[in-house]
């Protein structure tokens, strides 16, 4: 886990659990005290009001009617057999406090950019399975790649965002439309290089983390695109790894792994800017002032 320096604060964010057994409470108190070094640190709470997020169990009506009642579906991480109508993050069982984590880390940066992601926000309709949706043993390996069909989105170049999280592909959905680019997006390892192979992307987002931990990882992925020949006709992509990682070490690899930029969670906005200037010579910064 990333390891926060003695001279960066680290943000603290309370987290209010709703429903579920007193086994899993305590399961996720203990996953909660073993990372609080890490950035951010999430502390439990007892109270719906007290919690800047929740952790609500989906199969228990008295946690939905009391997230409902609050009016905290958009601060809520569901956990159950079914995503609740205008749930923003939804897990299925068992629980997986690493993949909490990340959905909690999710939604404190769409929080921090200040800029908020309805639930009904559209998803460009080429690619987007998510994954997480499923039970393991319905994920697909790997996916067979698709014909070429525009994204939904600007009037800019292709990129690729390669993002298990459905928040955190909803949030960079908008961003980069935002300022001209089309968007397609990959849940897996695996996918994403299928995609890669049958589109020219100009620039390919991946986060380093993705999935279950036989999966292809980013920087696995990274190196894949690397090693393959590129033509005269489709250059290779830009990669920027986008990671809520903070360690030297994962960045002296990404490095290796022949990744152009490395960006943290939660994202900065010049820092964002700031890599589309490097990996994209056609990046207008005309358009920043869309994302203000």
Known sequence: M????????????????????????????????????????????????????????????????????????????????????????????????????????????????????????????????????????????????????????????DVLVVEDSAIARKFLQLRLQGLGYRVQFACTGEQALDMTEAIPFAIVFLDIRLGDADSLDGLQVCQAIRQRSPSLDEPEPAIVMVTGSTSAADRVRGSLAGCDAYLTKPLIEVEFLQALRQVDPGFDPVSESMLG
């Open 2 to 157: 990333p390891q926060p320096t003695s001279t960066q604060p680290v943000p603290r964010y309370a987290v209010a659990l709703q429903g579920f057994s007193e086994f899993e409470r305590a399961a996720l108190a203990s996953f909660f005290r073993l990372a609080a070094r890490r950035s951010p640190t999430y502390v439990q709470v007892a109270a719906v009001d007290h919690g800047d997020f929740l952790i609500a169990d989906a199969d228990h009506p008295g946690a939905l009617d009391a997230v409902q009642r609050a009016g905290r579906e958009l601060d809520t991480v569901f956990v159950g057999a079914t995503a609740p109508s205008g749930a923003m993050a939804w897990l299925p069982r068992p629980i997986d406090p690493m993949h909490i984590v990340r959905e909690l880390d999710a939604l404190v940066e769409q929080r921090v950019s200040g800029r908020a992601v309805p639930a009904d926000a559209p998803m460009p309709p080429a690619i987007d399975l998510l994954l997480h949706d499923l039970e393991p043993a319905t994920r697909p390996r790997a996916l067979a790649a698709r014909p070429y069909q525009p994204a939904v989105g600007g009037r800019g170049r």
